[in-house]
């Protein structure tokens, strides 16, 4: 079935959305995007948006900080995004994709005095990480610090230092990098938050090491708390104990919950997914597929039956 994209005010196939080549946005990186999952359940014969309010919440706090107002309210933004998944009738796990951009057609590096403008599109996506445990290294490119480009928002032109990371891994023979904040701590990997187990303990990067604020990374914190009664410590991770970790795992809309077998050639715990990894992740497939009526407030179906 074709893909569609909601330009301009108006839904149109994916193959006829365009803007124009002297769009701000292209040129500065002036944007903030969303990515959402939605995942297709064989059973139910339903695709089930993961958190979709919640992301439209950070795409709206990340324009606000782009000097950008959506054009639609949330609720509305939902409702787009729900018929544009209809209009394409996908009966497979899809990535939804919303843009708010600086639209004007004009040269200058500002933010102000342009004009903004949203899109959407939904694609078939399958998996981000094409691994059952990933192979990660050290990237040589280091996340900026929140006086430079604030992380908390999902600025396209920010990516830049996120494709640097995932080109170098994938030439090195990896499948993913770990970046390191200006200070030295462990942050995230190119398109993930990192956890890591140890002694029982779940670590996660805090938000002083330049990490983005993940849903996913919201998701298994209250997952790990609510069913397996396990608290979340949020604080910085020097790289001796990312390498010392028992267990390791990333998380992301894209990469879902990613176990980490090595990093720098070095294995994590037994080189295979732990224990606890397991569990959450057996958990989270569970939760965004919408087969636990525990949380399918967090799921939003797309199929009226």
């Not at 569609?4 to 196939?13: G, I, K």
């Not at 933010?111 to 959407?120: P, R």
């Not at 200006?182 to 090491?209: C, H, R, Y």
């Not at 910085?236 to 809309?253: M, N, P, Q, R, V």
Request: one cysteine or more.
């Amino acid at each position: 079935m074709p893909s569609y994209a909601f330009l301009r005010n108006q839904f149109v196939p994916l193959g006829e959305a365009k803007v124009g080549i002297m769009t701000h946005a292209l040129h500065y990186g002036t944007g903030v995007f969303e990515g959402i999952r939605g995942n297709w359940n064989e059973e139910k014969k339903q695709i089930y948006i993961f958190r979709l309010k919640e992301h439209y919440q950070r795409l709206q706090q990340g324009s606000a900080l782009l000097q950008m107002k959506l054009p639609h309210s949330i609720d509305e933004l939902c409702r787009i995004t729900i018929e544009l998944v209809q209009k394409g009738e996908f009966k497979e796990d899809i990535y939804i994709r919303p843009v708010s951009y600086k639209s004007t057609e004009a040269m200058g590096v500002r933010l102000h005095k342009l004009d903004n403008d949203f899109m959407v599109f939904a694609i078939p996506w399958g998996r981000y990480l094409d691994t059952d445990a990933c192979r990660c290294c050290i990237s040589s490119w280091r996340r900026p610090a929140d006086n430079v480009i604030p992380p908390s928002a999902k600025i396209t032109g920010l990516y830049i230092n996120n494709a640097f990371t995932k080109t170098e891994a994938i030439e090195r023979g990896f499948d993913e990098g770990i970046m390191l904040s200006q200070a030295g701590n462990v942050s995230e990997g190119s398109g993930e938050n990192l956890f890591i187990i140890k002694n029982g303990e779940l670590i996660t990067p805090s938000v002083k090491d330049s990490i983005l604020i993940g849903i996913t990374r919201d998701t298994v914190i209250k997952l790990a708390k609510n069913e397996l009664g396990l608290e979340t410590t949020q604080r910085s991770i020097k790289l001796d104990e990312l390498y010392a970790a028992d267990e390791c795992f990333l998380t992301g809309t894209a990469a879902h919950l990613t176990p980490v077998a090595e990093i720098e050639d070095r294995k994590i715990g037994t080189g295979k997914p732990g224990a606890v990894t397991a569990r959450l992740q057996k958990l989270y497939f569970e939760v965004i597929k919408g087969n636990n009526n525990k949380y399918l407030d967090w799921c939003t179906p797309v199929y009226n039956k």
